[in-house]
């Protein structure tokens, strides 16, 4: 956290300062004390596992304060191979990746020939994207069950990833149709005297172009892929399970066997990974969210 | 692999190809269309749209989801979900869940916002708070963490003997000893609307953020020229100028609120909380389906659910138009 203050201090504090009232000082002073206290709520629970993760279950129920006797990674083996924490977080590397390179490149496809070209239909195709963003993913799930049955892809990865890739599409033809329609058209048209086909002036001129937009949809993407607990609980329930689905599972037996220890590191895995991804590209990520709010 | 330079260009070159790429239709363009269009669409329509619309048709049969045939049975399942207490209850934890979420989330995420932004000093350019940049990034922890990691991680805080909360309560000399927070009908409800609003404030809070920041600077000048002080400049300038991030903001976690299956299930793992006092439509849902084998019956849950959705959105967006948003949104 001493870290995060270093990097986030204002850049611009050599500049003048006007100077202060006491009423200005009162209000920065109340504000700093609502934020922290905010800040602490967010961050003590946090705290709180990760110090957990190293306690053994008698220490955790002796006192929830004290710190771990010992720090051993007893708790991380366990959870990563007994509870098979470790498969789960590899299986969901491999979904949400496989899942991500797809609907960021169908989703760009999509959306690039919905805002480059009218033809026939085109706004047709639109309108059914918004509705995929507006109703609910629980009226679709049941029937979805019995369609991947059908298709013998219950239960297996590939029948998550394409999943994944179907509910992701929406939101991310929705982006980068606004994204696509900005673009400055003359280079397009520039490629086409030039000799480029339609694939060779979306691959190496209109994706390289959108990178920006490209990187703000595929954050969101991968929070909500890697995030995502309906779906897999839904169609993958008998499959190789993905981390949130392993750690529920691990949370549902814990009524029987108590292993709290294990339970706090598993929670930590999963959180530790996408927590410090975030916070060395915070930055880019603040930008996305405004980005996403400006349209 | 450069493009040729456009020197190879003919003057008259540029006409024609502009018109050949109107009007021919060629096999480049043919295929790029089918491809880039075909495939996505195919996947779209294959794994979101047709289960949708399949949602409709079960709804209307007793399919058990196991066996390929089903008969009609029209309304029927709708009629029986509005006589099923357990449904009732939990619609009636929904709502609750859509009266107080969104509200309590919104407001306490542009609280927050407000304060970041506009708690710099009165004199001079307006600026936000000094050093705040380290509470934003904090705020948004939750929103980068699993919602089941935050429910299990929620689930041990409020845990009565090792939990965090009954030992800092203890510790402050409260005796709160053994509280069950989550076995409690009285505290359970509560206890997970925190928790949500837990995962939720940082993401608006960021949101928000990002929107007052949009704000002409000028606007605010104004307002401070004309002796408005800063309750007065949040209340009559910044929200009326973010009130389009605001309805968005409460369309999402309405939507949410109508739904708050992960929350719920990864609190209680013994689903449904004591009594039911947590129970939500979807748990209901999931259970009719994979548990007993109702899959027609779940489905209209589905419908039902996603009209209630419907109408929430509706609804923000009327009561937005009504008190004359749109209009005040955007400069």
Known sequence: MTLLKQKTAPVGHLEREAKSTPGDRAVAATSHVVLAIWSAIVVLPLLWTFMSSFKTSNEIFASPFALPGAWKLDNYIKAWSEAGIGAAFINSVIVVGVS?????????????????????????????????????????????????????????????????????????????????????????????????????TFFQIMLPMARPGLASVAIFNFLGLWNQFLIPVTINAGGPKVLSQELFAFAQQMGYAVDFGALFAAVTVTVIPVLIAYILFQRQLQGSVSQGTSR | MSLPPPTAVLEGGRKAAIQSRRKNLTFDKVSFMAVFLGIPLAIYLVFVIWPFLQAFVYSLTDWSGFSPNYKFIGLDNYAR?????????????????????????????????????VGGSSKGQVKGLKNSSFYRVVSFFPYTIPAVAIGIMWGQIYDPSGGLLNGALNALGLNFKDYAWLGNTNTAMACSIFVIIWGFVGFYM???????????????????????????????????????????????????????????????????????????????????????GQFGMATAMGVILAVATLLFSGLVFLVNKLTGGTDGGRL
Do not use: H
């Open chain 1, 100 to 200: 991500l390179v797809l609907v960021m490149l169908l989703g760009a496809m999509c959306a690039y020939v919905l805002a480059r070209f009218s033809f026939r239909g085109s706004r047709v195709i639109y309108v059914l994207m918004l509705a995929g963003l507006t109703f609910p993913i629980f009226l679709a799930m049941v029937p979805l069950f019995g369609v991947l049955k059908g298709m013998g892809l219950l239960n297996q990865l590939p029948g998550l990833i394409i999943t994944y890739v179907a509910f992701a599409l929406p939101f991310t033809v929705f982006f980068l149709f606004a994204f696509f329609k900005n673009l400055p058209g003359e280079i397009a048209e520039a490629a086409a005297i030039d000799g480029a086909g339609e694939w060779r």
């Open chain 2, 206 to 292: 960021v949101l928000f953020i990002a929107g007052i920041k949009g704000i002409p600077a000028e606007l605010f000048e104004a307002a401070r020229i004309d002796g408005a002080g800063r309750f007065r400049t949040a209340v009559s300038v910044t929200i009326p100028m973010i009130r389009d991030n605001i309805q968005t903001a409460y369309v999402y976690l309405g939507i949410f609120a109508l739904d708050a299956f992960v929350y719920m299930a990864s609190l209680f793992p013994n689903a449904g909380g004591p009594e039911n006092s947590t129970l939500v439509m979807s748990q209901q849902l999931f259970f009719t389906a994979f548990q007993r």
């Open chain 2, 81 to 117: 979900i509005f006589t099923d207490d357990q449904f009732l209850k939990a619609l009636s934890n929904n709502v609750i869940l859509l009266i107080i979420v969104p509200l309590v989330t919104v407001v306490l995420s542009l609280v927050l916002a407000a304060l970041v932004t």
